[in-house]
Nanobody
């Protein structure tokens, strides 16, 4: 089973960019889908972006479409999420997850990485 670990969060001003990383261990992402989710204080975890590892087909939430790019590095067995033009409402803990298909079910959750966007 693949395990994931996120990194790259931090404090950034509105309008800035961040690139989050998701390192996989235990096995490769091959045959899985990779997804990014986030949870803001007092809110439920929500979908941000996902990608079929093999084909690279990507899907985005409306809230980040046009500002976010999900990508992968086969050699490093790692995935990434870059978000540009960050907004205060992007503030959340961001989680990486894996699923046997692009429709889920999602699991192998990492510990999360905090993204804070100041206005």
């Amino acid at each position: 089973q693949v395990q994931t670990r996120e990194s790259g969060g931090g404090l950034v001003q509105a309008g800035g960019s961040l690139r989050l990383s998701c390192a996989a261990s235990g096995r490769t992402f091959g045959g899985y889908a990779m997804g990014w989710f986030r949870q803001a204080p007092g809110k439920s975890r929500e979908f941000v972006a996902k990608m079929t590892w093999s084909s690279g087909t990507a899907y985005y939430a409306d809230s980040v479409r046009g500002r976010a790019t999900i990508s992968r590095d086969f050699a490093k067995n790692a995935g990434y999420l870059q978000i540009d033009s960050l907004k205060p409402e992007d503030t959340a803990v961001y989680y990486c997850a894996a699923a046997p298909s692009i429709t889920g079910p999602w699991g192998s959750w990492g510990q999360g990485t905090q993204v804070t966007v100041s206005s």
